[in-house]
Nanobody
Framework: QVQLQESGPGLVKPSQTLSLTCTVS??????????WSWIRQPPGKGLEWMGA???????YYSPSLKSRTSISKDTSKNQFTLQLSSVTPEDTAVYYC????????????????RGQGTQVTVSS
């Protein structure tokens, strides 16, 4: 059974860079299937797909976040990471990592596995 676990700071100051890591167990991020994705859900709003990385390291980003987002992976640790720069209070959300079958999915039914989510608050 594949399991994902997000980790990172729960509080980030405005203008700083948010960094989160997703640790995958029970499966390899180098398997040629699916997209290792980051999704967030702001309070009171729906899911927002942020971006993804595939088994070979190709990255894909939401057009609205592309200028501030970077996703990378460390195959030796079976982890992939999210960096979101120049954060504002509007970036406050629960952040999830997941393995999706397709890009830009905004429904959990389109993900095979996901982490439990981690709350990130942007505040001074």
């Amino acid at each position: 059974q594949v399991q994902l676990q997000e980790s990172g700071p729960g509080l980030v100051k405005p203008s700083q860079t948010l960094s989160l890591t997703c640790t995958v167990s029970g499966g390899s991020i180098t398997t040629n299937y699916g997209y290792w994705s980051w999704i967030r859900q702001p309070p009171g709003k729906g899911l927002e797909w942020m971006g993804a990385i595939n088994y070979s390291g190709s990255t894909y980003y939401s057009p609205s976040l592309k200028s501030r987002t970077s996703i990378s992976k460390d195959t030796s640790k079976n982890q992939f990471t999210l960096q979101l720069s120049s954060v504002t209070p509007e970036d406050t959300a629960v952040y999830y990592c997941a393995r999706g079958r397709w890009l830009q999915s905004s429904r959990w039914s389109e993900y095979d596995y996901r982490g439990q989510g981690t709350q990130v608050t942007v505040s001074s």
